[in-house]
């Protein structure tokens, strides 16, 4: 294979913007924003306030994940913390998300802690034992096994949950919930007791919970998951859906002791935050290939968006392998860029293009009607916002083009 | 003005996807479904010419799930081209949005689409649909090589990097004396010599 192509392929594989974000974290290309890093306040709350509970929304890629990571890793090198991040997605399909999920899923990875920590090896563990061995049985007793991995170690113990059963009366308060709700707290309040007896505070990370599309669900599951974590004296981090921040939906946000609303990085307004995607790109690829100039065309293309960023990159390198390049230049850049334009174009109604063209216009949003909640969801439309002010503008590879349209004939 | 993805024949698009080994890349090729077979054919043809790694194709039929299963149970090293989406519900495709963490994976993956039903990913999978970037392409089967001022620009690179011209790289594939590279077999591709690529590239 020739050295170029060797070494393009090299280059592509530092922008994996579809691989899980502990990859890149492996890997030392995931930077931490000096400033509104969500992970370094969710280790000093969670430090100081161990069963505290918080809610992180945001839109596709805004980087969510890779802040669940930061701060799991931040915590756990707090000596009186063990930070576990579970995406729940792996598990359940959350379109069947139940109370009591949470519980288990947390409870199972306990079990894991347990048996992975030296510090109990020696003790009589027959009643954890016994526990974990109940919790099994309700994914026995309630939950489809659709299979399990061979190769991977993650998937080694997972259970595949289509769904639990819900009794018919369970979809109402807290008051209704089933009674096997309350033995899965008994047990892992078993579990959980080990580290309460080792003064260790556990935290669970929840990710994956962006994806339901039913904030209605979502808000009865934390609504009963969330007071059973705080009275197991667990602290717990959940990512949720962006739906939770709009309308009818917005007193979702007051289950939780603290709201964190990760937002795109406002490129034209903040130079902090532009630096910050500077030494995103700068981490992953020397000035002789990515020159600057290119990484300040590639963030203003990103309109600060993490994954956009990290995926126009991509194929901005594509593009220089393509054109016979040895680096990512500016005409590369424009070509990601257009073709990353004309995919978010595709599909959209009359009455969707007269919303991004006034919003391309006169930078006004109003979220009417689901559809425009679709705009925001799917990054057509991207907000910005900070200290109380909001401010929409359309995604910045999207603009040329509707500009095009606006004076077609 | 016309803004449907840029137009793109199996071989560019095999070149890209070549150039994407371990880097977790998706790619969407916009193609009517009539033409689907015959793009498919064509695209594992040039990336089975441009590297010995296998091609699977795996059929969506209608269940993500399934389908998961399946593309997590696939090949490791495996460049998967994943068809027949046009039954694909609306439900389906928000349901492999949910599933998104079981479609990880570092080797390429390629779906191929009709316009419809690409809309209808976007609407319902908007997880899903950021993975792809802009590796969103329509298929043109009158580009199946680059065309023009691509083509020629590429052809140059391999020209100025090996130091060959495209007369010698022919000559050499006649003989059976092309390395085993894969720019070779995208040399021969471009220059619309396919039918040599079973003389040693």
Not at chain 1, 268 to 282: C, E, Q, T, W
Not at chain 1, 399 to 405: D, E, H, R, S, T
Not at chain 2, 133 to 141: E, L
Request: aromatic residues 8%; contains cysteine; charged residues 25%.
């Amino acid at each position: 294979m020739s050295s170029r192509l060797q070494r393009f392929r090299d280059y592509l594989k530092r922008f994996d913007a579809a691989g899980h974000p502990s990859r890149a974290l492996e890997q030392g290309f995931i930077v931490e924003p000096e400033v509104g890093s969500i992970a370094k306040t969710l280790e000093m709350r969670l430090g100081l306030r161990p069963t505290s509970s918080h809610l992180i929304v945001g839109g596709v890629g805004s980087g969510k994940t890779t802040q669940l990571l930061l701060a799991e890793k931040r915590l756990n090198k707090l000596t009186d913390v063990q930070a576990r991040v579970i995406d729940v997605s792996e598990y359940q399909d959350i379109a069947e998300l139940s109370p009591g999920v949470l519980m288990i899923l947390g409870g199972l990875e306990l079990g894991r802690m347990i048996e992975q920590d030296e510090v109990f090896s020696k003790l009589n563990l027959e009643a954890q034992s016994k526990a974990l061995g109940k919790l099994r049985k309700y994914l026995d007793g309630f939950w489809e096994h659709v299979g399990r991995g061979e190769d991977d170690k993650r998937w080694r113990n997972a259970v595949y949950v289509k769904a639990i059963t819900p009794p018919p009366a369970e979809w109402g308060n807290r008051d209704d919930l089933p009674s096997w709700f309350d033995d899965v707290f008994r047990q892992v309040d078993i579990l959980c007791q080990l580290y309460r007896d080792t003064d260790k505070h556990i935290v669970f990370l929840f990710d994956g919970l962006d994806r339901l599309g039913d904030p209605a669900r979502f808000e009865h599951v934390i609504g009963a998951e969330i007071p059973a974590f705080q009275r197991l004296g667990a602290g717990v981090a959940v990512v949720g859906p962006l739906l939770a921040l709009y309308g009818l939906n917005r007193p979702i946000t007051e289950r939780f002791d603290y709201f964190y609303h990760q937002s795109p990085v406002n490129v034209p307004d903040d130079a902090i935050g532009r630096g910050y995607l500077h030494s995103v790109l700068r981490a992953r690829l020397p000035v002789e290939v990515l020159p600057d100039e290119t990484c300040t065309a590639l963030i203003s293309w990103s309109g600060g968006v993490l994954r956009d960023l990290i995926a126009l990159a991509q194929l901005a390198c594509e593009e220089a392998y393509l054109h016979g390049s040895d680096y990512i230049g500016i005409a590369d850049v424009n070509r990601a860029a257009d073709a990353f334009g004309r995919k978010h174009l595709l599909g959209l109604g009359t009455d969707e293009l007269e919303v991004l063209q006034r919003v391309r216009r006169k930078g006004i949003f109003v979220q009417a009607s689901e559809k425009d909640l679709a705009l925001l969801v799917t990054r057509r439309v991207l907000e910005y916002s900070e200290s109380g002010s909001v401010a929409y503008i359309v995604h910045p590879t999207v603009g040329p083009l509707l500009a095009a349209i606006d004076k077609s004939p | 003005m016309n803004t449907i993805p840029k137009g793109m024949g199996s071989a560019e698009l095999a070149i890209r996807v070549n150039a994407c080994p371990k880097a977790g890349a998706w790619f969407a090729w916009l193609t009517p479904k009539l033409w689907q077979n015959r793009a498919t054919e064509a695209l594992s043809r040039e990336l089975e010419a441009m590297n010995p790694a296998p091609v699977l194709q795996l059929a969506a039929q209608g269940d993500a799930l399934d389908l998961a299963h399946r593309v997590r149970a696939a090949a490791k090293d495996a460049t998967l081209i994943l068809v027949e989406f046009e039954d694909f519900s609306k439900e389906a495709w928000a349901a492999l949005d949910r599933l998104r963490s079981w479609f990880s994976r570092e080797e390429p993956a390629i779906l191929i689409l009709s316009q419809g039903a690409f809309e209808q990913l976007m609407q319902s999978a908007p997880n899903f649909a950021s993975w792809l970037g802009g590796s969103v392409w329509s298929w043109n089967a009158e580009a199946d090589v680059l065309s023009g001022e691509e083509k020629e620009q590429y052809l140059q690179s391999l020209r100025n990097h090996f130091g060959l011209s495209d007369g010698q790289v022919i000559k050499m594939a006649e003989k059976d004396e092309l390395p085993l590279e894969p720019e070779f077999a995208q040399w021969l591709v471009l220059l619309e010599r396919g039918d040599l690529l079973g003389h040693g590239a």
